[in-house]
């Protein structure tokens, strides 16, 4: 253990503040729980200065958990503060990002995500003691939920827009008129995006949590694309059909835990020149590159949520949610695909293409 005497004080002052400034985030994500819950970031969107008593007064809340609430976020940059008249603002790019469902940039959903996260902190601290996984499904149900409202921005501004597009002979196939199986779908919404976007083809939606299989069904009779898309409980090696153009796989691969034969299974599903579009974490090969807010963020929902899903299953390969282009590229290779390559990427994803 280190003494008084071989510490650099400067050193120590930084790394204090450096927690201090880790701490006070993990706190006041929170607060921007509370604050997603309440609508109080919606209300703020696009209404430029309002007083706590205004904000309450918009959101049917208590004024004096407002205040407060305000004075948090505008310590954390989240809002701007006038001390001249008192008065806090949401500045539109802000807004984007917290308050706006239909930006490709929204990111309220992870809030439910750390929310479910901290509700399984002690069912992972157990885990680390006995090497046992904690499946999907035995999260709290706002999981599920906030992934959905994750990643569906993500989707929406990418999936038809450019990740198809990227594929090799994909997209012309898709207006025609094709077969795509989306496998650990969840709730539908990348399924029901393809569907939307072309019309002429055949979507299948497999996930072997049932409550997710209920809300996608749900959501494709709201959709109105019930008469070409179905979605069904499996998992990714016992669901049915053959014969697929497309197969994919949507920031799941990763969580389970044999996926050399999930994606061997996908490959006797597909059609002879079928593709399968692996879109996955966006990480570098090397471990010392991931070392960035991305791969933080990447890695600590990959401690409590992808590497327990994958140990808690047959194999247990335990992936991760940072394994890489390279490490993805041997699995397909096991798994018995001659082609594999990058495809595109964002700055959150790596969409990879594969077949036989």
């Known amino acids: 253990m280190a003494t008084q005497l071989d510490v650099d004080q400067a050193k120590l002052e930084e790394f204090m503040g450096q927690v201090v400034t880790d701490m006070a985030a993990a706190e006041s994500s929170a607060l921007m729980y509370v604050g997603e819950k309440l609508g109080l970031y919606r209300a703020m969107a696009g209404a430029g200065s309002l007083t706590p008593q205004q904000l309450a007064e918009r959101t049917g809340t208590y004024e004096r958990y407002v205040r407060e609430w305000l004075n948090n976020q505008a310590a954390g940059g989240y809002v701007t503060y006038d001390p001249e008249d008192g008065t806090y603002e949401l500045p539109n790019e802000r807004a984007l990002v917290l308050a706006d469902d239909s930006s490709p940039v929204f990111i309220g959903g992870l809030f439910d995500v750390v929310a479910a996260m901290w509700a399984s902190a002690d069912r992972i601290v157990d885990a680390f003691r006995t090497g046992e996984g904690v499946g999907w499904h035995e999260h709290d149900h706002r999981l599920f939920h906030g992934v959905e409202r994750l990643f569906g921005p993500i989707y929406r501004g990418n999936l ?64 109105g694309v019930e008469d070409r898309v179905t979605f069904e409980t499996a998992t990714a090696k016992n669901f049915p059909g053959s014969g697929y153009d497309l197969i994919c796989f949507f920031d799941c691969l990763h969580d389970m835990g044999d996926p050399v034969g999930a994606a061997a299974y996908a490959r006797e599903a597909l059609s002879e020149d079928g593709t399968v579009m692996l879109v996955e974490p966006i990480a570098s090969d090397n471990i010392e590159d991931n070392f960035n807010p991305v791969g933080r963020l990447y890695y600590a929902g990959s401690t409590f949520l992808c590497t327990p899903s994958s140990l808690a299953q047959e194999v247990g390969l335990g992936l991760g949610a940072q394994a890489g282009e390279a490490r993805l590229g041997q699995v397909m290779a096991e798994a018995g695909y001659s082609h594999f390559r990058r495809a595109t990427e964002t700055p959150f994803n790596l969409v990879l293409e594969a077949r036989l």
């Open 160 to 223: 038809t827009a450019q990740w198809i597009p990227a594929l090799d002979g994909v997209e012309a196939r898709l207006h025609a008129g094709a077969s795509v199986a989306d496998i650990g779908c969840g709730h539908g919404v990348s399924t029901i995006l393809m569907a939307q976007a072309y019309p002429n083809s055949t979507f299948y939606g497999f996930d072997y949590h049932e409550e997710s299989i209920a809300a996608a069904k749900k959501a494709a009779a709201e959709a």
